[in-house]
């Protein structure tokens, strides 16, 4: 039987040639879903998308949490600007020392994170320059 | 009063060194490729540095200051903001953006959305925005020339200019790298050093109070010389002794002053008897040290609702930072993603050490240089107050080098500006992207503002810079944010979103810095324009997709593979099958 008449002129389905073990079998797997745009390789950089995006996100509420609050703060208790802390006045510290270390945690912490989310992912998709993967995708 | 006699052959070895370090540079620059983005060949620490010191601009070295002196408390703000644009950077676009393999916004553009309109109003952007940040540096030169030397205002606006045109023109970006990384490191000691001393003369006078009940007052008889004609409120009777023109009359002796206020002519040379209470430029108002170095006191010169004004600025700089051309082209330097976030994270550390200086001259110059709220002009705070605190050779020598410093930041900041306009004017507008095109387009791109910056003298620094920063976090803000992690995103909302943001933040520039004042909340919403106009902006931009959602662009998931996945996996980057 002709499989082109059974699919309704769709290509015929891929086979496979499994040349090596399990593992690279299903990394390669992922990485051409990828590359094929697949509803597999959608899930998958989706995930990745979103994962990224919330790590943001959430490290950006902390510092508009911490230093978005501080106007408010300062409007509804004035008495907060007349609070000496190690010879300060409080919003002078705050502002002018302490937001910068904030600022520098916070971006370390996300470089940190975001590596590993992409760790994540390269070890979900599989090795780079293997040449067995490469020959799957012929 | 004027700086050191040191100052000018400090500036004179900067101009030169910069000069020289691009000559160095030109003999790496050889093919197109070398040109525009040093090759990727830039380590991530050469990079940060490279960054920071194309980053400080005029506005960062002396305007920070002068407006802590000015304002207080809440322009605190502008160099958190400053800093902070670079986590929103490294939070939502560095690694992303280099994936995308974009030199420029107007390639991101494109790369993203495939439409040439939306390309040429990104080129249009990074144009006004380019320019308006070029401006206050030209100015800033000029500002400190007449300071420190008395030359004419346009003299140092030329000299940067031209300096850095030519340079820009000859080197390409392989030569700015190393100026600028320079510039950051002597940067950092120009204003580090000095304020080391600063501190021991503060600390020699019981650390005086800087937030007392009193308006700030001359604490010696001082000399003050006026050189630019100004209104001043006088707000308690005084009586200086005034050499040249006020009020409509020749003057030469004492003169008893009632509070209100008075005209003062160019050239007049005024001495304070000591203890006399600062007369204050009009329009600026003669805080208490207790408002000044209160929060929400004076609203960074937007008393009438300064939670606004102050949310308002946190926003536009927040964001704004990320759509800055010059910080854009610097990341294409960076071999990967991952080598663009540690880069952002050293400039986070660069710039955080570096802001805390500007504070304490502000702080400082309310104490030792009272004398610059006659004129307003308390940009120069930063170059006049070593001088005036310590005075003798150890004071002419600091005030030479952070003169050097200031010098170094009009530079390289120009430098970077020049860049990323004339990239973008010689592939898009004057040619195709030749070497020879580049040259043109640099030379177009540094005469514009410059013949604009030799007109106009009346403009605050930080002010103008402030604007830049919002018409970016109005444009490219949202375009970068949802471009790269909203897949919806169409041309025509990415289109529409653009032309509305910057139509109103641009406007609102225009009004505020060619139109009168105005008070309340027109006022307030012309100036700190960015708390309405970014998210008008954003929400064009979403609404406009939603509504065109038939022109998704078809090959997003490879998009958004190529935006996101490690390079190393190669995903999406091999030939289209």
Redesign the interface.
Known sequence: MDPLAADGGRPPRRVRVDLAGRAVRRASYS?QE????TQV??VL??G??RA??AL?LS??GV?VLL??S???A??LF?A???VYVL?L?L??LL???L???L??V???L??RQ??RI?DD??KA?GP?QDPITDMSRT | MSGSPYALPAIVVVTVVTIGIGAYGLRFSRTTSDFLVASRSVSPGWNASAISGEYLSAASFLGVAGLVMKYG?DV??YP?GF??G???L???VA?PLRRSGAFTLPDFAEARLGSRALRRWSVFFVVVIGWLYLLPQLQGAGLTLRTLTGAPYWVGAVVVGVVVTVNVANGGMRSITFVQAFQYWLKLTAIAVPAFFLLIVWQSGG?ADL?GAQAPAFDEQTEVRVDTAVTVVVQEPSTPSVDGSADGAELDGPVRWAAGEHQIEAGTVLVFPEGAAVPHVSGLPALSGQTW????GSGGGNPDHP?FA??SL?LATFLGTMGLPHVLVRFYTNPDG?AA??T??IV??L???F??FP?LYGALGRLYTPQLLITGQTDAVVLLLPGAALGGLLGQLLGALVAAGAFAAFLSTASGLLVSVSGVLSTDVLGRGTVRDFRRAATVAGLVPLVIAAQIDRLDVSQVVGLAFAVAASTFCPLLVLGI?WRRLTDIGALSGVLAGGALSLSAVLVTVFGGALDGWPGVLLAQPAAWTVPVAFAVMVVVSRATASRLPPDI??T??IL???E?????R?TP?
Request: glycine share 10%; proline share 6%; aromatic share 12%.
């Open positions: 990485r990828l590359e094929e745009q390789g959608e950089i989706r990745l998308v990224q995006l943001a490290l950006a510092v230093l978005g501080l106007p408010i300062f409007a004035p907060l600007g007349d010879g006045r919003p002078w502002l002018g020392v937001a910068y270390p600022l520098y916070v971006g370390r996300h470089v975001a590596e992409e992912f390269s998709v780079t | 408390a605190l703000w958190v800093a902070a670079y986590l929103a490294l939070l939502f690694a650390f937030s170095a209160a929060p929400l939670l102050t949310y946190i991952r976030r540690r952002t994270l986070l550390a710039l955080g050490v802001y805390l504070t992690w998931g490879r958004m593979l996101h996945a490690p190393s996996l190669g995903l999406g091999g099958s």
